[in-house]
């Protein structure tokens, strides 16, 4: 099945720092991504929907200087989270739609990204 | 904006007994997808339901998609330990663009053995 890795798995920053999370498709072509957003034991919220060669387009209340997005090629979309402070720290997960001819056009996810901000 | 609202917010049960978890939208979707997170893992794709009434079957797991598309439901017969974990509707909605999907907030089943 569709694979989408997500790298780093888990990061300790310092307030004030910037945090790069890579998402890739492994083995099947995203022209859209999305990243999301998950604090404990509670449900996944979409941040934005990253388009492969376009800007991302941002959720309601989500910052888009803050949370960089880029999606430079059809199996990449990286999210930066810029001058990180505490109230950063979540699950950061992304998913990427597979578009062929046999999917559902469900949503393959990474397995996440734990940043904690000190 | 479209609401996706799940119930219940918990449910334990016996092994062996059944469970159903219920999603309600705010507005007409054009398909739900379901998922299911084990702890400590991501959401992991189970089915997607397109047509108004549909029903399909996955060995113990039942899914249904209501006549007016608003409304979902997953029923786990005699659950195992095994089906641990939170199961999350997700719907698109009708007209939608981007396949952008709004979560329900996820119903977690833990399973007495």
């Known amino acids: 099945g569709a694979v989408v890795s997500q790298h780093p798995s888990w990061v300790i920053c310092k307030s004030g720092t910037s945090v790069k999370i890579e998402c890739r498709s492994l083995?099947?072509?995203?022209?859209?991504m999305f990243w999301y957003r998950q604090f404990p034991k509670q449900s996944l919220m979409l941040m934005a929907t990253?388009?492969?060669?376009?800007?991302?387009?941002?959720e309601q209340g989500v910052e888009k200087d803050k949370f960089l997005i880029n999606h430079a090629s059809l199996t990449l979309s990286t999210l930066t989270v810029t001058s990180a402070h505490p109230e950063d720290s979540s699950f950061y997960i992304c998913?990427?739609?597979?578009?062929?001819?046999?999917?559902?056009?469900?949503?393959?996810f990474g397995p996440g990204t734990r940043l904690t901000v000190l | 904006g479209q609401q996706v609202m799940q119930i219940p917010q918990y449910q334990h049960v016996q092994e062996g007994e059944d469970f159903t978890t219920y999603c309600n939208s705010s507005?007409?979707?054009?398909?739900i997808q379901w998922y299911k997170q084990r702890p400590g893992g991501h959401p992991v794709f189970l089915i997607q339901l397109v047509k108004s009434g549909e029903v399909k079957k996955q060995k113990r797991l039942t899914f249904q998609f209501g006549e007016a598309k608003k409304n979902s439901s997953l029923h786990i017969t005699a659950t195992q330990t095994t089906d641990v974990g939170t199961y999350f509707c997700a719907g698109r909605q009708s007209g939608g663009s981007n396949y952008k999907l709004t979560f329900g907030k996820g119903t977690l089943l833990t399973v007495n053995p």
């Open positions: 507005t007409t979707l054009s398909n």
């Open positions: 083995d099947f072509q995203a022209t859209t």
């Open positions: 990253s388009n492969e060669g376009s800007k991302a387009t941002y």
């Open positions: 998913s990427a739609r597979d578009q062929g001819p046999r999917s559902y056009n469900e949503q393959f």
